[in-house]
T-cell receptor, first 114, second 112 residues
Framework: GESVGLHLPTLSVQEGDNSIINCAYS??????FIWYKQESGKGPQFIID?????DKRQGQRVTVLLNKTVKHLSLQIAATQPGDSAVYFC?????????????FGQGTILTVHP | KAGVTQTPRYLIKTRGQQVTLSCSPI?????VSWYQQTPGQGLQFLFE???????NKGNFPGRFSGRQFSNSRSEMNVSTLELGDSALYLC???????????FGPGTRLTVL
């Protein structure tokens, strides 16, 4: 269903700390997951993705973990920087006939303090 | 490679009017998806086009429509605008169904 009046979770960290952003998904048929970062006034920016046949994937300073058993996704950001401050969204897409339809989580506001 | 571009970036319309938004995908991408983003509902899928065909549609009224041209550029149209249509409209392009979608900067629509 759709939520009304979203209240986004927030995460505040100090510069240099590691950040962990969590996301629960509901569709067990989803087989592709993406994390996006959205800064104010901009469109979502791709960070990292993972397919359902994997449980971990690493990028530059970022790691995504996928736990299909409990339908949970997390994004770990190492050595968080002030430029990482943004809203982070997880998104999922199912295979088959879900053509181009990403289903987004509500988002998490990350604030990094210098 | 140039990213996804959207025009116009900002629009102000009044209730009852109609509006057309444009999206140019990344070169070589044939799939274009449209999303509506509002503070209350978050990011919601509108529809997806591939090779000029609408393959998928979200739960929006028929006032929301779109099309795709042979060069993969896409437009979406909203007729009989309502106050609740005020939102950021985002388009994203990808090379296939479950491939990464790359987003444009969005069109901010305000309905007065």
């Amino acid at each position: 269903g759709e939520s009304v009046g979203l209240h986004l979770p927030t995460l505040s960290v100090q510069e240099g700390d590691n950040s962990i952003i969590n996301c629960a998904y509901s569709n067990s048929a989803s087989d592709y997951f993406i994390w996006y970062k959205q800064e104010s006034g901009k469109g979502p920016q791709f960070i990292i993705d993972i397919r359902s046949n994997m449980d971990k994937r690493q990028g530059q300073r970022v790691t995504v973990l996928l736990n299909k058993t409990v339908k949970h996704l997390s994004l770990q950001i190492a050595a968080t920087q002030p430029g990482d401050s943004a809203v982070y969204f997880c998104a999922e897409i199912a295979g088959g006939t879900s053509y181009g339809k990403l289903t987004f989580g509500q988002g998490t506001i990350l604030t990094v303090h210098p | 490679k140039a990213g996804v571009t959207q025009t116009p970036r900002y629009l102000i319309k009044t209730r009852g009017q109609q509006v057309t938004l444009s999206c140019s995908p990344i070169s070589g991408h044939r799939s274009v998806s449209w999303y509506q983003q509002t503070p209350g509902q978050g990011l919601q899928f509108l529809f997806e086009y591939f090779s000029e065909t609408q393959r998928n549609k979200g739960n929006f009224p028929g006032r929301f429509s779109g099309r795709q041209f042979s060069n993969s550029r896409s437009e979406m149209n909203v007729s009989t605008l309502e106050l609740g249509d005020s939102a950021l409209y985002l388009c994203a392009s990808s090379s296939g169904n479950t491939d990464t979608q790359y987003f444009g900067p969005g069109t901010r629509l305000t309905v007065l």
